[in-house]
């Protein structure tokens, strides 16, 4: 089809429209109003059960019978925050274990996960170290067996920590391509002090990363593997029984290391200075990224369930009040919003959106102007119904998949907490007020001590956000270091 | 109408409402000293049950009943995408999408956020060349009130349409294309894939997402054409997935949605088939920091009996790190800080497409000749049994997987609904993949890819052209 009967078969569809069909004219009386709801199903927690290893590996096993899936995570309790003067340390590591492991190299792991149509993959969090693997029934114990070498009999063998150094450096490097990647790497660094362990980046710096080699990763490895530390977390189509026979046969004879990795220390707590503004240059950017922010709270805060719905309300939801202004109202941005980081120790509380660069003054208006606007004046009665049953009824949907059972369950472990802290949080949000929320707001939010740090083209957007007197501003680069401003 | 195949007749055991799972067990507890067998590799069967009916307006309904959660995943296809553009107006199809968000007669601006997330539930919808969807999952007594808000806007759109809101949502478009084209790394260089590939007169030409001056030019008149002529019940499909009971889902459908009119049929979307004379050569410069290789051959179209065999071939080489291509550029020659290769198929065409990121001072011409040394190793000794085995068990472990969420399984018989008239083609298809012979992949390779003309696309750092691929002087 040429370009002129491409559009001309469309317009000649659109004339031939007759207007009677239009759907103006139809009329719906019965149907109008929004109908009533039937009752609220409740939420059904699964029930979790759990044995132990004679080497003080944990296990917990969801039983899920519905689909021929297996997923199962082991997670040892350490990560990042161990890194000490090695940051990305432990995520590297992490990632190491699956380039050749027992009897197979790196290729040869790789080629019989995806034989058994597995998936198989390591990682590192700030507090944890963690192995997943996802298999059809019928290969898991297969699978079983590659997550066991890996976590037992990892190679770490020269070369390929040499490429995969290489590749990470590149992909460090890479970074700065993303504005909105950089505008977080250099907020943690600004929120949190050097020798925080939140400061530095999950994955390091180029220095730390030229500085990896082999004998390094094996030591912390040596160390961080640890099975008094360790929970296997095992959801699917499996049992108890199953479970503890394979883990006794496959991790039975892991043993404690010599010399384990001290447990983390907990840090002073991070400044709060007054607010003050750090801008990041990216001449000729069609957006700015902004981010605003400061150390939140921990996950176990006797405040989290007032703390979740303030923040749904203020900026967790498509319907909170950040994204309905800044989005639905203004038109500024494709998206904004706000939430804490929950971890053992306080993670940062972020609000952000990419805005078009000649709204970003008035962008960072509105953002200060809800902060204090949801600790002054609270928030309705609407608002809260709407933000309670968003948190309520939407903990229906977290547990379809063994995915989501076995990520809930997961990183309630790595927090110290069961899975029986859910319905408690949830019934503990169905008890809040209107006063609660906005005490949550005034305790947990701010405005007098946040960080602001915006990636964007400096030149056209700093006088706007000066004029706003929220703080001081400065120029930074893209590791967060200062720049003649 | 009740569907025909929904009775058992393999005598597996039901699993999540009806999904039906054969085992050929023994085989595969043989793993791994057993290697693939045919059974082997075809080890499950997969139905999921559904009801399907038309109402009177034309629009097409399936109900597969789900009751292991209380959960509802409703699922609205409308067949209009960007490929039924007209000139000038590219995104309207994804702007006409931001704009069924924005309430509708009964229901007020902000309304369907509201609604669903008073529920808990999560909604969205989501545009390409071919299809509009809109989905919601919600807990199972919210099913009448989404079934409201989707008639609502269905029927009654146009009463509550004002230019405000239209600017607005033209804003929010703008936005979203600055966020993940404009500002984005590589963003720009998916949009020039397309208009490489796929004449002008193509409905694949242009991007989705648009180009900013023709959101711009978009009035209140395309909103009131664009909806008269593609948002009526019989250019729709519509599922209801979970903790129903279909006779109740036909009722209330038949009530929100059986008054609405039926407007002008909607013309037949058939294959267009595109072919290149020669290859098309070109380079972009953008804010990168390594260089990236492109290469883009005209396949086959969805549902083509070759659309497999050229996705086997794309998983073979580079599907993954046990992939050819990773093998040898990120792993033995660490030119590469990423290799990927992959059929992708639309209703009315199809792609072949390999990706390269070159590592700092890697040549992009060397890359693209060792893309082509291993396409035509591939093309010309064929790939190895297990290496069959393996794109065939990721496939059927990615079909399950997809039929782990309500929304995924909903979504899914949508797309059979729409584009073979029949709810249920889990079996089919995986038959079909697990059918593909080593010889088919040889001959797809050699058919669409090997010697075949196509686009070779570099984007470079700003500044540096020099890094671009050069055509060699021969390929093969």
Known sequence: ?485 | MRDGRTEGRMGGRMLRGGMRIVACGALFSALPTFRPSACALHAQALHVATDTFTLSNGLKVAVHEDHSAPLVAVNLWYHVGSGREVAGRSGFAHLFEHMMFQGSKDVEKGGHFGVVQEAGGTLNGSTNSDRTNYYEMVPSNYLEQVLWLEADRMGYLLDAFSQAKLDNQRDVVKNERRQNYENAPYGLASIRLGEMLYPESHPYHAPTIGYQADLTAASPEDVAGFFRQWYVPNNASLVIAGDVKPAEVRRLVTRYFGDIPAGQPAPAVKPIPVTLQADRRDVMEDRVTLARLSLVWPTVERWNADEDALDIFGSILGQGRSSRLYQRLVYREQTAQSASAGQGSRPQAGQFQVTVMAREGASLSQLEREVYEEIARLADEGPTAEEMARARNGNEARSVYQLQTLLGKADRINQYLTERGTPDMFNEELAHYAAVTPADVQRVARTYIRNHPHIILSVVPNGHRELAAQAPEVHP
């Open chain 1, 1 to 485: 089809m040429n370009p002129s009967l491409h559009s001309v078969a469309a317009l000649l569809a659109l004339a031939a429209m007759p207007v009677a069909t239009l759907p103006l004219a139809a009329q719906r009386p019965a149907v109008a109003t929004r109908p009533t709801l039937g009752p609220a199903p409740r939420l059904v927690m699964p029930a979790v059960q759990k044995a132990r290893l004679a080497n003080g590996l944990a296990i917990e096993v969801v039983p899920m019978h519905e689909v021929p899936l297996v997923q199962a995570s082991l997670l040892i309790a350490g990560g990042a925050r161990l890194d000490g003067s090695h940051p990305g340390l432990a995520t590297f590591t992490a990632n190491m274990l699956d380039e050749g492991a027992g009897s197979r190299d790196a290729f040869a792991l790789a080629a019989e996960v995806a034989y058994l149509g597995a998936t198989l993959n390591t990682g590192a969090g700030w507090d944890a170290v963690t192995v997943d693997v996802g298999a059809p029934k019928r290969t898991f114990v297969q699978a079983m067996a590659l997550a066991a070498d890996v976590v037992l009999r990892p190679r770490f063998a020269t070369a390929d920590v040499a490429r995969q150094r290489g590749l990470r450096l590149a992909g460090i490097l890479q970074q700065r391509d993303q504005p909105g990647a950089v505008a977080g790497l250099v907020f943690n660094a600004m929120v949190f002090p050097a020798g925080h362990p939140y400061h530095a980046p999950l994955n390091g710096d180029s220095a730390s990363t030229a500085a990896l080699d082999s004998a390094g990763v094996r030591d912390f490895w040596s160390r961080a593997a640890d099975p008094r530390r360790a929970t296997l977390v095992v959801t699917g189509d499996v049992t108890l029984a199953e479970v503890r026979a394979l883990a006794e046969r496959l991790f039975g004879g892991w043993k404690a290391p010599a010399s384990p990795l001290p447990a983390p220390a907990t840090p002073a707590e991070a400044p709060r200075p007054a607010t003050r503004i750090i801008l990041v240059d990216k001449p000729g950017a069609a957006q700015s990224v902004i981010a605003i922010g400061a150390p939140g709270v921990s996950r176990r805060s006797p405040d989290y369930p007032a703390i979740m719905l303030m923040n749904t309300i203020l900026g967790g939801s498509f319907s909170s009040r950040l994204n309905d202004i800044l989005r639905e109202q203004k038109g500024y941005t494709y998206g904004a919003g706000s939430g804490y980081s929950w971890r053992p120790l306080p993670g940062p509380f972020n609000a952000s959106a990419q805005v078009r660069s000649n709204a970003t003054d008035s962008s960072l208006a509105i953002f200060f102007r809800e902060f204090r606007r949801i600790r002054d004046s609270g928030v309705t009665a609407t608002e809260l119904e709407r933000g309670r049953a968003y948190l309520v009824l939407g903990s229906l949907g977290d547990f379809e998949t063994t995915g989501q059972v076995a990520g809930s369950l997961g990183s309630l472990t790595i927090l110290g907490l069961p899975l029986t802290t859910i319905p408690s949080d949830l019934a503990a949000i169905q008890r809040l007020t209107t006063a609660d929320v906005q005490r949550a707001a005034q305790r947990y939010l701010d405005p007098a001590h946040f960080t602001v740090v915006i990636v964007g083209d400096i030149a056209k957007i700093r006088p706007g956000i000066e004029a706003l007197g929220l703080g001081p501003a400065e120029v930074r680069d893209y590791n967060g270091n200062e720049v003649g401003s």
